[in-house]
């Protein structure tokens, strides 16, 4: 079981920014998929965006453009920095981590299976 614990939610104005951190198991990296999810109230988790064990990327569509995740192997980290915030982006943020089956990462939650507790994070004026 991988070990992962979020930092770095908070409340912010639309327009703003947000820095999430994920602080991992160390070693994993290449071995594992890392994903950021969100799940905002009433409705359903959904993948934000993935990095595959090799580096490769993928964003929601609601993300690209403005979010950008990252890994940082030798502090055993994953990054989110989010960018031009809005209310809908208003939810509990979620770090994962799931075997890597290929050099491809996924925005499937079944595809994962080692969850953080979550961080909040709150869009509003």
């Known amino acids: 079981q991988v070990q992962l614990e979020e930092s770095g939610g908070g409340s912010v104005q639309p327009g703003g920014s947000l820095r999430l951190s994920c602080e991992t198991s160390?070693?994993?990296?290449?071995?594992?998929?890392l994903a950021w999810f969100r799940q905002a109230p009433g409705k359903e988790r959904e993948g934000v965006a993935a990095?595959?064990?090799?580096?490769?990327?993928i964003y929601s569509d609601s993300a690209k453009g403005r979010f950008t995740i990252s890994r940082d192997n030798s502090k055993a980290a994953l990054h989110l920095q989010m960018n031009s915030l809005t209310p809908a982006d208003t939810a509990m943020y979620y770090c994962?981590?799931?075997?890597?089956?290929?050099?491809?990462?996924?925005?499937?939650?079944?595809?994962?299976?080692?969850w953080g507790q979550g961080t909040q994070v709150t869009v509003s004026s």
């Open positions: 990095v595959a064990r090799y580096g490769r990327t």
């Open positions: 160390p070693g994993i990296y290449s071995s594992y998929q």
């Open positions: 994962a981590a799931g075997r890597a089956t290929s050099n491809l990462a996924t925005l499937s939650e079944y595809d994962y299976t080692s």
